[in-house]
């Protein structure tokens, strides 16, 4: 199927999380018929959002939804304890100290953040995300980790989707992130910018840090 032209622009805000996408007249020149998905799915999104059309970085999200459970956490389970420790190792062992901004259990605990997690069919832990809510329209993207040996299985992008609706439906206009300036997180970059985050300036408490990059978007 052809790729929209590159000098081609957005015409279109994707009604899941409000990126702003190509859409076209018919569904075949539509971002979303980049993304296979069967005729079942296709009448749930019409019946969920009045349209077939959502961006691609959603749809993909939906398809890989069909395979990864999220659900919201209470923290409990020691297989979470050991993802989040496995993160916060993995930051610490990238960034120095006074750049490692990842929270620990107790601190994912507090009121304000809602924590989810993915799992697969059979129970196998595949990631985690959270959203702290800054102030009655601000939200920011924590813990966002997908387990090793679920990871480039659209893990990521379900739960970004999920974490982007979820601010969306609470009224937030506005979610942003830190994440990593070193080579290792250009793959996160890469997610966020696909979900129309755009690099800013420090916000909330944080300050300038040459490990840290910040990112933000508008919510519909």
Known sequence: MPETPAT?????????????FHCGAQEASCDCARVALDAATLARLRADYGSHCLCNACLQALRAAVTVQIR???LRCPEIAALLDEHLAHMRSISPPESVHALDLDALRRPGISFWTAWSIDGALLGCG??????LFHGEI???????????????????AHIVAEATR???????????????FAPARTLYERFG????????????DPNSVFMTRTLA
């Open 197 to 208: 985050f755009a690099r800013c300036g420090p916000f909330e408490g944080y300050a300038e």
């Open 72 to 74: 919201l956490d209470d």
């Open 142 to 160: 924590k813990s966002m980790r997908t387990a090793a040996a679920a990871r480039r299985g659209g893990v990521a992008r379900a739960m970004l």
């Open 170 to 184: 609470r009224g937030y206009t506005r979610l942003s992130l830190e994440t990593g300036a070193e080579p290792p």
């Open 8 to 20: 081609e622009s957005p015409n279109a805000a994707c009604p899941r999380c409000g990126a702003a």
């Open 130 to 135: 959270a959203l702290k809510q800054l102030d």
